[in-house]
């Protein structure tokens, strides 16, 4: 308890990244649950490491172009940054939308190529730049732990519009991912709201990169809409249990890395992994309890 009232303090040296950590919890869920719906689980690993390589990208150009300006600063080059993850994450994933809606090759194969080749071309953008050691590869990581004002307030504003989008027009949006044909009946614009959806996922992403890297990006893109799935009945309880599974990991995560001084991102994906894999075994138990036949190991 005395933790909890410390961490939650105002004049806590951590708040930032204890705030931004939350944020991303409970909004990263919020797109998340139309990847599930979509069966696109692979675009949350895709997307957060082609976002990664923009960051790569962007923090690279003005050194191509022999352009270092003497008042560089960290704020800067996090919103340098932040416009390369923003162009790349946008621009893939409506290339492959597109590719999608045009039913060209297995949507698995182009996912799994992106992936690779965007973290083949990170490395190699890093590996040659001769800056990269000098913070970027901890901007790339995600150190929540250094968030400032500034970095916290673009974080809240981009998840508020991205969370305002998705609740003006959420029944919209909602049709199309779960009944195509139907929405096709009523006359809804199927790409027009694809567009927007896709926009609201790569802008999550391009945030959430930059806060706390690709892989916490991808925990809690898709591990809290997976956990509950299975439990709940209606989309608005499938939405609403996954941002609020998102959002307690991500504090509770981090409480326990204050205390026992472990990295945040890591704790909080493992916490989510513990919380996936009781689930998976609760949702077994209660499925052989309500079997008439009881439930027998498989062989």
């Known amino acids: 308890m005395e933790t909890l009232r410390h961490v939650l303090s105002p004049d806590f040296l951590l708040r930032n990244s204890l705030y931004t950590s939350v944020l991303i919890g409970f909004a990263c869920p919020l797109v998340g649950v139309f990847l599930v719906l979509r069966r696109l689980v692979f675009m949350g ?19 191509w172009l022999g352009v270092l300006p003497a008042d560089h600063t960290p704020h800067a080059e996090h919103l340098l940054a932040f416009a390369g993850s923003l162009v790349f994450s946008l621009s893939s994933i409506l290339v492959l939308a597109v590719m999608e809606w045009r039913g060209r090759g297995l949507p698995e194969g182009r996912l799994g190529t992106a992936y690779v080749v965007a973290a083949a071309l990170g490395i190699l953008l890093l590996s040659k730049n001769p800056h990269a050691e000098a913070g970027w590869l901890d901007l790339l990581k995600g150190e929540i732990i250094t968030i400032d004002d500034l970095d916290l307030g673009m974080t809240a504003v981009t998840l508020a519009i ?22 096709v009946t009523l006359g809804r614009n199927i790409i027009l ?23 916490i990006t991808f925990a809690f893109l898709v591990i809290p ?24 990991t991500a504090f509770s995560g981090f409480c326990l890395a204050y205390v026992y001084d472990l990295p945040v991102g890591p704790t909080e994906v493992v916490l989510l992994g ?13 499925g052989c309890f309500r079997s008439s036949h009881g439930c027998r190991p498989k062989s």
């Open 193 to 215: 709201w694809d567009v927007v959806l896709y926009l609201l996922i790569g802008l999550t992403v391009s945030m959430s990169v930059l806060s706390v890297g690709p892989l």
């Open 274 to 286: 513990l919380v996936y894999a009781a689930a998976f075994l609760l949702k077994t138990f209660l």
């Open 45 to 63: 690993v895709a997307l957060p490491q082609i976002s990664s390589t923009g960051v790569a990208v962007a923090l690279s150009l003005p050194l």
């Open 225 to 248: 809409p997976l956990t509950t799935h299975a439990f709940a009945r209606n989309m608005r309880q499938f939405t609403l249990f996954a941002s609020l599974l998102g959002g307690m």
């Open 162 to 183: 991205v969370i305002g989008v998705l609740g003006l027009f959420h029944k919209e949006i909602l049709l199309v991912s779960f009944d195509r044909a139907m929405a």
